[in-house]
């Protein structure tokens, strides 16, 4: 290589910097073309340019992250809490599984518990983080974009799952001795051997006539759902449509049994009585109810059936539990049927509800559950005004995005994303009518879809993941 200058070049180069007395100038070095075209060949350095962004399907990477949320406990020391030493076994094995995962803690303090996390470190003390615009990832101080949370809806409000869910993509679990090692075990393990195939699917849609919501159920939800899986030449979609008068739990059983659907759907009513019998009630929560008004019980289907990785979305009411109160509360007429059921249903208390606890308990478990914790009313899925479904969002997360294959969790952001929309549609409502104008109806269309939208919930860990389709596998 040459040492002699370059004879197109100037002979002094000026810099943008001020000594005070001249501008900085001076001439190039003799080793100036050797600086220029040193390291020729290579991989050029970064210098300035940002880090290419994580991949947020990937939660293993430490950017994007995966943490466990368990109750705060005073009467442990700081290092015991960072290390987990108080979760179940199978949950302090799957912490051994995942390296780096930092283990946050749930404080019920008036100050936190609407807002932060908080994690302890095993030398220096604890660190409350907020949900809302902390860094991302496992490092010191930040918020994982996946969140297990393990406890019961008791100990850990469904609101402040609810809350998380705008931020990241949460599970729960609630299940305890043998069924918790068995689930973790397939989810350490990745299911294997696993009977349930990405290739089959099998969309369950009650329809008791026009006038009855699980007819606008249906349509809106399950018909679409239904309609991507099938225009998919990969997937088996296997339709039982009520207003065919095929949506009974006999003819569900027997799908599940024969095509060992990866993913199932179902769209009705849920069990949520009889008042009268609170007991009832509670062992019947949130059941599927069928075209002949007979429900979808646990054990009939685990008799018919393996779960062993399914992933199962029943939008129906109370199919993932109920609460204490219901975000409802107030909106009703005093004394009507509905404001009899919330009653009802608040007056149970904050529980899971059976057939997910049974499901993902089972001995080849399910992947993951999604239910609600409240019923949907028809306003929520098709705009009272205009009739427009308000439902796509749902098709796209269970269909062009659980099939990319995405992790459950983050195959939800958009139906997540709306609550958000939404509230931020009443608040501009809000301020309207505090100006005078009529606007009493934005208010109320908005909040009741923003808080139909929350109470959607996923029970069972966020990252799980179909098989991928064959296409998908091969990069096809």
Not at 100 to 105: D, E, I, M, T
Not at 365 to 382: C, K, M, N, Q, Y
Request: contains cysteine; charged residues 20%; negative net charge.
């Amino acid at each position: 290589m040459t040492d002699v200058l370059a004879p197109d070049l100037p002979a002094t180069v000026q810099a943008n910097a001020w000594t005070g007395e001249t501008p900085a100038a001076g001439p190039l070095g003799r080793e100036s073309v050797r600086w220029a075209l040193q390291r020729h060949g290579e991989s050029l350095p970064r210098l300035l340019a940002p880090e290419a962004p994580a991949d947020p399907r990937d939660w293993r990477d430490p950017r994007v992250g995966w943490g466990l949320v368990l109750p705060d406990d005073d009467a442990l020391a700081d290092d015991v809490k960072a290390r987990g030493e108080d979760a179940p076994e199978p949950l302090r094995a799957l912490l051994a599984s995942r390296p780096g995962s930092p283990v946050l803690r749930y404080r019920p303090s008036p100050s936190t518990r609407f807002t932060h996390l908080r994690r302890y470190y095993e030398t220096h003390g604890a660190q409350d983080i907020a949900l809302s615009a902390s860094a991302r990832g496992i490092r010191e101080g930040a918020l994982p974009r996946y969140l297990l949370i393990h406890g019961g809806p008791d100990v850990i409000p469904w609101e402040f799952q609810y809350l998380l869910n705008q931020a990241c993509a949460v599970g729960r679990l609630t299940l305890t001795g043998a069924a918790l090692e068995r689930y973790v075990e397939a989810l350490i393990g990745g299911w294997p051997n696993s009977t349930a195939r990405s290739t089959s699917s099998v969309v369950w849609a009650v329809d008791h006539g026009p006038e009855d919501i699980s007819h606008l159920m249906r349509e809106t939800i399950a018909a679409r759902i239904q309609a991507g899986l099938a225009g998919d030449g990969e997937i088996g979609a296997r339709y039982l449509d009520g207003s065919a008068g095929d949506a009974t739990r006999i003819r569900l059983c027997e799908a599940l049994a024969d095509g060992h659907p990866g993913l199932v759907v179902t769209t009705s009513h849920g069990k949520t009585g009889p008042l009268s019998d609170p007991q009832e009630m509670l062992r019947d929560l949130g059941l599927p109810v069928d075209g002949e008004y007979g429900t979808v019980d646990p054990v009939t289907v685990l008799d018919a059936w393996e779960p062993d990785g399914a992933i199962w979305y029943a939008h129906a009411c109370c199919s993932a539990g109920s609460d204490g109160s219901s975000i409802f509360s107030g909106l009703m007429d005093p004394g009507s049927q509905v404001e009899r059921l919330l009653t009802g249903i608040a007056a149970l208390g904050a529980h899971v509800a059976p057939l997910p606890e049974a499901l993902l308990g089972a001995p080849k478990p399910l992947r993951a559950f999604v239910g609600h914790v409240e019923p949907t009313f028809d306003w929520t899925i098709s705009h009272p005004d205009t009739g427009q479904p308000l439902t796509m969002s749902i098709k796209e997360a269970f269909y062009d995005h659980l099939f990319q294959p995405e992790p459950l969790g983050l195959a939800l952001r958009e139906p997540y994303r709306h609550v958000g929309e939404f509230y931020g549609q009443r608040d501009a409502a809000y301020r309207a009518f505090d100006r005078g104008e009529d606007v009493e109806a934005v208010a109320m269309v908005t909040q009741l879809a923003a808080r139909d939208r929350q109470s959607m919930v996923i029970l069972g860990d966020p990252t799980v993941v179909l098989p991928p389709l064959p296409s998908t596998a091969t990069g096809g």
